[in-house]
């Protein structure tokens, strides 16, 4: 087979690895999106205002009320006095913490696990709490969740939409490799075919370079998702909760079927075609 050959194999190789990156990070996020929204869900924050000066004997009481409805992570309840939660609110709304008067009173936050997280959930709770002396309201957003969720999809299908046209350029490049490649090595094809050799025996170099090709997009992908699994972990964010294994095997074996057919399929189907309209 000619080594003109190998320029062409290049770009079919690297066009390959494109395709199996875009959709390994399209199965990542896809495989990965309920881990995402559980944990936005157990970190919303869910604030009780409270009365001016209540005893702390009152306070403590509520807290045990609070921890003993359904849902609530007992570890999350915790009381926040008002420069407390003048300094949290400041983060999430971009508030001073330098005001010269505090709009916040003290407060009570707590978190719901996610199996639990719902809206009618926070408001049965809010019905409850709201009848505890020196509670003024319960207070909750829940526009985070959806948000993400949105962002996930959109994120998802712009990545999706990528990998599909990037497949298309592929299969593309593919094409022409194995095209140009059998025109070279037109004289030694006819030489085979007329001493009788069989099509299986023909195809057998080409399908082992598109096996090889395949391989090395595979690696690629590995070597890829390897470092982004790693470096997501130990960047000690909520990635690190997020990031599950077996979702990062799947993505992998995913990617070893996809390589294997784009460029198997595609050989095949390129040589058969060839074969056929020389004669064979």
């Known amino acids: 087979m000619s080594k003109n050959r190998k320029p062409t194999q290049f770009y079919a190789t690297m066009s390959t690895s494109i395709v199996l990156v875009l959709i390994s990070l399209f199965l990542l996020i896809f495989f990965h999106s309920n881990n995402i929204t559980n944990i936005v869900k157990e970190n919303i924050n869910i604030l009780v205002e409270l009365e001016e000066k209540m005893p702390t004997g009152q306070i403590e009481n509520l807290k045990s009320v609070i ?121 030694q094809i006819k030489t085979m075919q007329m001493v009788g050799a069989e099509n299986s025996f023909i195809k057998k170099p080409y399908m082992k370079s598109a096996f090889w090709m395949s391989v090395k997009a595979l690696l690629a992908v590995v070597v890829f998702i390897a470092l982004l699994t790693m470096y997501l972990i130990r960047s000690s964010s909520i990635f690190a909760e ?21 460029q198997f399929v595609t050989t095949n189907s390129i040589i058969n075609q060839f074969l056929k309209r020389e004669g064979r």
């Open 67 to 187: 921890k003993s409805y359904k849902g609530v992570k007992p570890g999350s309840v915790e009381f926040l006095s008002k420069e407390s939660a003048l300094e949290l609110m400041s983060k999430e709304l971009h508030i001073s913490q330098n005001s010269d008067e505090n709009p916040f009173k003290d407060l009570i936050k707590f978190n719901l696990g996610n199996e639990s997280y719902s809206e009618s959930m926070i408001k049965e709770i809010k019905s409850k709490v709201e009848l505890e002396k020196g509670v003024i309201g319960l207070y909750y957003e829940n526009d985070s969740v959806d948000l993400v969720k949105s962002n996930l999809e959109k994120v998802s299908l712009g990545i999706l939409v990528l990998a599909f046209c990037f497949i298309v350029l592929a299969m593309a490049i593919i094409f022409n490799t194995i095209k140009l490649t059998l025109f070279s090595d037109i004289k």
């Open 242 to 262: 997020i990031i599950q294994w077996k979702y990062v095997a799947f993505t992998v074996l995913i990617s070893f079927a996809v390589a294997f057919f784009i």
